[in-house]
T-cell receptor
Framework: DAKTTQPTSMDCAEGRAANLPCNHS???????VYWYRQIHSQGPQYIIH???NNETNEMASLIITEDRKSSTLILPHATLRDTAVYYC???????????FGSGTRLSIRP | EPEVTQTPSHQVTQMGQEVILRCVPI?????FYWYRQILGQKVEFLVS????????KSEIFDDQFSVERPDGSNFTLKIRSTKLEDSAMYFC??????????????FGPGTRLTVL
């Protein structure tokens, strides 16, 4: 089962930063935090992942707390196309399956 | 940009019939996966495949399911005798898993299976 806790839904104004929280208090030392999203009726899409340090790529930033018990995904300038379900996933350090939880349904309002 | 492709996009079948869902993973990837998503529910892991054998499978992946990599490019999921409850979106995914740091999985657009 998923080892993360996320809010069921959130909304954000277009053009503003969307901050999606995730709690993973039982994370172990070798587990990465991965974020995926699923736009309606499409396959899940990888966004970003990290172990300890904050990470940034062209899609988003990932902020991981020092104790690694929680993290925040930041979409810096949300657009309507960012409306999706966002999944925070803790994976083992192996080529393992992804266990999807219920995720956070993010709605971007014009 | 390389992508995972799946065919068909929609498959309608009668209960009890066999179906084969096809996937073309990203060419240099070595790990392959099938997931399914019943309408309105979570995405569920079915099976992972590496080096021409199943690495891991879920409870859902019973004897009615099988996977195969018949050639160097295709990865298939076969359901031998479909049931109504097999109606779902089926997603194929692949990864190259260079290291624990690089384990992102790339998903296809899915095949919607409808069992009547």
């Amino acid at each position: 089962d998923a080892k993360t806790t996320q809010p069921t839904s959130m909304d954000c104004a277009e053009g503003r930063a969307a901050n999606l929280p995730c709690n993973h208090s039982t994370i172990s030392g070798n587990e990465y935090v991965y974020w995926y999203r699923q736009i309606h009726s499409q396959g899940p899409q990888y966004i970003i992942h990290g172990l300890k340090n904050n990470e940034t790529n062209e899609m988003a930033s990932l902020i991981i707390t020092e104790d690694r018990k929680s993290s925040t995904l930041i979409l810096p300038h949300a657009t309507l196309r960012d409306t999706a379900v966002y999944y925070c996933i803790v994976e083992y350090s192996s080529a393992s399956k992804i266990i999807f939880g219920s995720g956070t349904r993010l709605s971007i309002r014009p | 940009e390389p992508e995972v492709t799946q065919t068909p996009s929609h498959q309608v079948t009668q209960m009890g019939q066999e179906v084969i869902l096809r996937c073309v993973p990203i060419s240099n990837h070595l790990y392959f996966y099938w997931y399914r998503q019943i309408l309105g529910q979570k995405v569920e892991f079915l099976v992972s495949f590496y080096n021409n054998e199943i690495s891991e499978k879920s409870e859902i992946f019973d004897d009615q399911f099988s996977v195969e990599r018949p050639d160097g490019s295709n990865f298939t999921l076969k359901i031998r005798s479909t049931k109504l409850e097999d109606s779902a979106m089926y997603f194929c995914a692949s990864s190259d898993w260079v290291s624990p740091r690089d384990n992102e999985q790339f998903f296809g657009p899915g095949t919607r299976l409808t069992v009547l």
